[in-house]
């Protein structure tokens, strides 16, 4: 059974950074892709960047280009998102999720599995 468990959302300020975590658990290798989306309060969820754990590949809105990188650790099954510069407008929850046929990456509904969610709260 698939199971994500992120970590890593806090409050912090202006400028300020955080680490995201994605601890993925239940696949039997690594032909699978990792999202990390985000929701709005009200809104739907949007995506942030994607990475094919299979050769590393990957994809990124470009929006966040430059202050938001995603990352994998593969001895630890762990995806990370490393938040620089954050802005009041990241303020959001942050979802992991994982699928093995993802077609267009930015589409919510390519992934079958998904965290619980962690939030960022950046105060200005």
């Known amino acids: 059974q698939v199971q994500l468990v992120e970590s890593g959302g806090d409050s912090v300020q202006t400028g300020g950074s955080l680490k995201l975590s994605c601890l993925v658990s239940?696949?039997?290798?690594?032909?699978?892709?990792v999202a990390w989306f985000r929701q709005f309060s009200g809104k739907e969820r949007e995506a942030v960047a994607m990475?094919?754990?299979?050769?590393?590949?990957?994809h990124a809105v470009d929006s966040v280009k430059g202050r938001l990188a995603i990352s994998q650790d593969k001895a630890k099954n762990t995806v990370f998102l490393q938040m620089d510069n954050l802005k009041p407008e990241d303020t959001a929850m942050y979802y992991c999720a994982s699928g093995r046929y993802v077609a267009d990456w930015s589409r919510p509904d390519e992934y079958d599995h998904w965290g619980q969610g962690t939030q960022v709260t950046v105060s200005s």
């Open positions: 990475i094919y754990l299979g050769d590393g590949t990957i």
């Open positions: 239940g696949y039997t290798n690594r032909y699978y892709s």
